[in-house]
């Protein structure tokens, strides 16, 4: 999970974006698109056209740093519009994040790994069972 301070700005850009581009293609966009100055500190979402694909861009004071997600199912609950641009609060990026629909207040769909009997952590293995 992703904790972020009160006071950062999240942009979203309201625009299907080509999950291809990296940190130079994605600040341009930011300057073009969004319209804000990409070197802010601020996070800049972009998403692509399928919406399961999304990326977080920022400057962090001294290099560009990328925050990738790819769904394995669903898709994220995004905004697309023509203006560009929509500014969300960092609390509504973490309910985006987790499938959460803001204008619904609903759950996507989401993947999750299949029932698996797995070990709890510092539990001892009983090898004359494992052999049976």
């Not at 990026?93 to 299949?114: A, H, M, N, T």
């Amino acid at each position: 999970m992703l904790s972020f301070p009160a006071a950062i700005k999240v942009y979203l850009c309201t625009v299907p974006c080509d999950m291809r581009r990296s940190f130079d293609g994605l600040s341009m966009m930011a300057e073009h698109v969004i319209r804000c100055n990409p070197f802010s500190g601020h996070l800049l979402v972009f998403c692509n056209r399928r919406t399961d694909r999304l990326k977080i861009l920022y400057w962090d004071h001294d290099g560009w740093a990328i925050w990738y997600k790819r769904l394995e199912a669903g898709t994220f609950q995004f905004p697309f519009t023509e203006t560009g641009r929509k500014e969300i609060a960092a609390w509504e990026l973490g309910l985006l994040l987790e499938g959460i629909d803001l204008s619904k207040g609903q759950r996507r769909k989401r993947y999750s790994l299949p029932e698996t009997t797995t070990l709890q952590e510092n539990q001892p293995i009983d090898v004359a069972q494992k052999r049976s």
